[in-house]
């Protein structure tokens, strides 16, 4: 069974947002703008991206 990945970009500043949003664009480990991760897609990760879906794009890799 393989693990399914997607990748995250973040694509608009977390500047004058929600420090909760801003601290899940951090643990999501994106820096800054245009900054992309490939993560394992968990519940957890699925979350995240919910969370801040305003701020990112995914794509599944």
Partial sequence: MTKKNVKVTLVRSPIGTPESHR????GLGLRGLNSSRVLVDTPEVR?????VSY???????
Avoid: P
């Avoid at 601290?23 to 951090?26: F, G, H, I, Y």
């Avoid at 979350?47 to 969370?51: A, L, P, T, V």
């Fill in 55 to 61: 701020l990112i794009t995914v794509s599944e890799v």
């Fill in 23 to 26: 601290a899940t664009v951090r």
């Fill in 47 to 51: 979350g995240m991206i919910r969370k």
